[in-house]
């Protein structure tokens, strides 16, 4: 196989860290399209704010509970523990420090009174605790307020900003600089031609706080690949003060079209005496590739001018874009390099010749090592003999031998060769040696732990033998046992009253297509593709649409027109339409047949014929006059040897048929249903099917669902649950309304009762009890139950009750955000979702009311939402939400974008 020996150590190393960590940085950029990673510096970074209690002391945990407040954005609560910590222990060393946080806890709440409180707060700091007037972190913050301030219209706080400003106390805002970059991201992501006259502006600052800006800019030109962006960032890589800056630009040009990027790289290289610049041209190339970059580099490893440790970077990167592809955009960069889990792709055999050659020329042992490792990294047989002769080689450095013999493949090695290599080594070299073959057994990926297995239900349980068998497949004949035998012998029963003629007429001519007809039911009729029954509409496939009641023109009253088509032998195709205005060309028409003889063939058929062509038989079979198709449908739900979707179209038509049936005939097939939803050994889609089926049908069996309902199966009470739900009968309402009150409910079931109080049937009665227990509910996935049901039942009283949840000091923030989603469905106008954005005590809040907003999405939400964009002071939510607005065309939109980019 292809493993490789661990390499030995090295006494010379390329430092690739700077670079590594700028091409990881792109890689981020492109993978995600964010502003570029700030790494927490925009966090306060002062004496004060690094300040912690003695660890064990009184405030510590007090401090703690406080600090995670405020990271996970609940300012509200941050805030009041802050203050309570620095009234407790005011003689602590962190008490000067909690009224700082307890001011920055404020200024992200955001709403006006709490930025003036946050003014207030540090104004007390001041004067309790002198020392920190002139603390970094204090001033800044102190700063950020004066501004969130006056973007508000607050004259004293405008005027404070400026002598701020004039005095030199403004620092540069870390926070601001990235909501321009995410603005000015989404300003080119709308119109990147547009962009870059704001682009090249940008550009042209100089000053030290707009330089991760500058880079924004840059990415933003990188990723556009046109001639004006690779002008562009020439002229960047050339003037920028900020050598990251540069060094992102030269890095981006390798995507450049053209020849003369290469030589553009050159002339750089050339120009420029510093490391960084250098190292960008080179990584610059080799993410270029092909032909002329790999030129360039075999020029500057051969040039005596430059350093060694660049010669040898040039070496690396050249043999790097030998075996790697580089894709900067749209996407995430992929780079493959080396060897990947055994697989080492060749690298281009020319240049590994010409590595060699140098390899032999130069007396530099930084430039050999570089080759080595160059070469090794190709790989191929060629380089693998060239290295076997380095390591062979008894005049050569010891450590160069040591490193060509790490980058060989052990595969290049038969057992003679490690002889000759063993003997060949002193004995010094020997330990060396041997350390390092130890080395790969210690680094060796565990394989997976004895008896690691898939979880899989218990053996022999209901749950073990379903998930044990596909859809449709047939049970054993155990398992079958006279539940199978009884569905048998009802089918053969049907099939044998007399349609054995008439399958004999159909099936019976070979392949081709036949049709018949028969008398339809008095409340069936046709328009089209579909066949209406009722108050309901069928397509002919037998799937089921809504239906307004009225009949649509032109719904026609006649004959039931089945086609049974034949090919291989074997029915693949049944098709139904009501009395069609023609015979199709090259169908034989067997004319009328009786509707009870048709019933029973389409039955017979569901019963042996597979997918599709089973389910539609049973349509037009119901459709059938005068014609008793209970005990076929029947008999097709209870035979396990059909598939899941043939059984359950049955059931669902027993359902219908059951609100059809006499008396006594409802009573069997309503006790047949409860049979199978109760049967442990049935799987569990046809067990949910009956049980669904009992709770809408108007003729089941009710006690009986009600039995189920409060019975020990845990599953079947849940679904009678639901089937309940179903149901606008008053029992069922009265059931799910005790259900849900009933303190020895598990969470699961109580979840399942609170969402049939409120579907089709609910009642007044019904919200109003979800209401007036929402607070005494113990589970989460309750309470968030009831608000999912109230938003979508929607009205005024629920839409108020749930704005109210959504602004409630002691709810939860998940629950205030549920809330706040509900209140959105339940038809809330944006300046009540912009009302709780104004009221929300932390990120959560705030968030969940833009989404709202989002969601609304007229006119007048967008104008809320720009206007939250100027104003909002938690950084992550601003960019998030600068973000979403670039997606929006919206001329409003860019001109927010240019204002806050500081065009």
């Known amino acids: 196989d292809n493993v490789r020996l661990a390499p030995l150590a090295l006494e010379w190393q390329l430092d690739a860290e700077p670079l590594l960590h700028q091409e990881l940085e792109l ?383 052990t595969s290049a090695l038969s057992i003679d060769d490690l002889g000759k290599l063993f003997d060949a080594l002193s004995e010094r070299e020997r330990g060396h040696r041997q350390a390092d073959r130890d080395r790969p057994v210690r680094h060796r990926s565990p394989g997976p732990p004895p008896g690691h297995l898939r979880a899989r239900p218990q053996e022999g349980s209901p749950h073990h033998e379903a998930a044990a068998r596909a859809p449709g497949e047939a049970v054993s004949a155990p398992a079958r046992g006279l539940a199978g035998a009884a569905a048998a012998a009802v089918l053969a029963a049907t099939s044998l009253a007399g349609q054995g003629g008439l399958r004999s007429r159909i099936e019976g001519g070979g392949d081709g297509r036949v049709q018949f007809r028969f008398a339809a039911r008095a409340d069936v009729c046709g328009f089209g593709s579909s066949i209406q029954i009722g108050r309901s509409t069928f397509f002919s496939t037998g799937s089921m649409s809504g239906f307004d009641g009225v009949d649509r023109a032109p719904c026609q009253r006649g004959p039931v027109v089945v086609l049974v088509t034949r090919a291989g032998g074997a029915v693949v195709g049944v098709d139904v339409e009501i009395a069609p205005a023609s015979v199709p060309d090259g169908v034989t028409d067997l004319g009328a047949v009786s509707a009870a003889g048709a019933a029973e063939y389409l039955l017979d058929l569901a019963g042996r014929v597979d997918g599709r062509p089973a389910r539609a038989a049973i349509l037009p079979a119901v459709l059938a006059d005068s014609s008793t198709v209970w005990p076929g449908l029947l008999g097709l739900a209870k035979n396990r040897e059909l598939s899941r979707s043939v059984r359950q179209s049955a059931i669902g038509w027993l359902g219908r048929e059951l609100d059809r049936l006499g008396a006594e005939d409802a009573g069997k097939v309503s006790a047949a249903l409860v049979a199978l939803a109760g049967d442990g050994d049935e799987t569990l889609p046809i067990r949910q099917q009956a049980v669904s089926v009992l709770g809408r049908s108007e003729r089941a069996d009710l006690a009986a669902l009600t039995r189920m309902a409060t019975g020990g199966d845990s599953w079947l009470r849940q679904a009678a649950i639901q089937g309940l739900a179903g149901s606008g009968d008053p029992r069922a309402r009265e059931f799910l309304r005790a259900a849900f009150q009933d303190p020895t409910l598990s969470e699961p079931l109580r979840v399942t009762a609170i969402r049939g109080l409120g579907r089709d049937y609910a009642t007044a009665r019904d919200l109003e009890l979800l209401r007036t227990r929402f607070a005494s509910l113990g589970s989460t996935a309750a309470k968030q139950a009831v608000l999912q049901t109230l938003g979508e039942q929607g009205g005024t009283t629920n839409l108020q009750w749930l704005l109210g949840v959504a602004t409630g000091a002691d709810v939860p923030a998940d629950l205030r955000a549920n809330a706040v989603e509900a209140a959105q469905r339940a038809g809330a106008t944006t300046a009540q979702l912009g009302r709780v954005y104004e009221q929300a005590p932390d990120r959560r809040g705030k968030e969940a009311a833009i989404g709202a907003l989002f969601r609304n999405g007229d006119r007048a939400a967008v104008d809320r939402l720009i206007q939250i964009a100027r104003s909002e002071t938690d950084p992550q939510v601003r960019r998030s939400l600068i973000s979403r607005l670039g997606r929006l065309e919206d001329e409003r939109v860019r001109d927010l974008l240019k204002e806050l980019v500081g065009q």
């Open 27 to 409: 890689e981020a950029l492109a993978a995600r399209g964010a502003p570029w990673s700030w790494r927490g510096e925009t966090e306060p970074r002062g004496p004060l704010a690094r300040t912690r209690p003695e660890q064990g002391s009184p405030e510590d945990s007090l401090y703690r509970a406080a600090r995670e407040a405020l990271n996970r954005g609940e300012y509200a609560r941050a805030s009041g523990l802050f203050q309570t910590l620095e009234q407790k222990y005011p003689r602590s060393r962190v008490a000067p420090a909690a009224l700082y946080w307890r001011a920055f806890a404020l200024y992200r709440a955001g709403s006006t009174e709490e930025l003036k409180a946050a003014l207030e707060t540090l104004k007390a700091q001041q004067e309790r605790y002198p020392d920190t007037a002139n603390d970094a972190d204090v001033g800044t913050l102190r700063t950020r307020l004066y501004a969130a301030l006056a973007s508000r219209g607050d004259a004293s706080a405008a005027n404070a900003l400026r002598a701020a400003t004039v005095a030199g106390k403004a620092d540069c805002d870390r926070e601001e600089v990235e909501v321009r970059a995410e603005a000015l991201n989404a300003l080119a992501q709308i119109n990147p031609p547009e962009a870059r006259p704001t682009l090249k502006k940008v550009l042209a600052r100089r000053d030290e706080c707009s330089a991760a800006l500058r880079r924004r800019a840059v990415y933003i030109l990188g990723r556009s690949g046109t001639d004006e962006a690779a002008a562009d960032l020439l002229e960047v890589a050339k003037n920028d003060p900020d050598p990251s800056v540069r060094s992102d630009a030269i890095v981006l040009m390798a995507r450049s079209p053209g020849a003369a990027t290469v030589k553009t790289l050159e002339q750089l290289f050339n120009e420029s005496s510093d490391e960084r610049t250098r190292e960008a041209v080179l990584s610059a190339l080799r993410a270029r590739g092909g032909p002329e970059a790999r030129r360039l580099l075999r020029a500057i490893v051969e040039r005596a001018d430059v350093a060694e440790r660049m010669r040898a970077e040039a070496i690396m990167q050249l043999g790097a874009s030998s075996t790697s592809s580089t894709d900067f955009f749209p996407a995430t960069i992929r780079t493959t390099v080396g060897s990947q889990r055994g697989e080492r792709p060749e690298g281009d055999p020319e240049d590994a010749a010409y590595l060699r050659g140098v390899y032999a020329k130069t007396d530099s042992r930084t430039v050999k090592a570089a080759i080595l490792s160059s070469v090794g990294r190709m790989g191929g047989a060629a380089n693998d003999q060239w290295l076997l002769g380095i390591v062979k080689n008894r005049e050569e450095d010891t450590s160069l031998r040591r490193e060509a013999l790490s980058r060989l493949r």
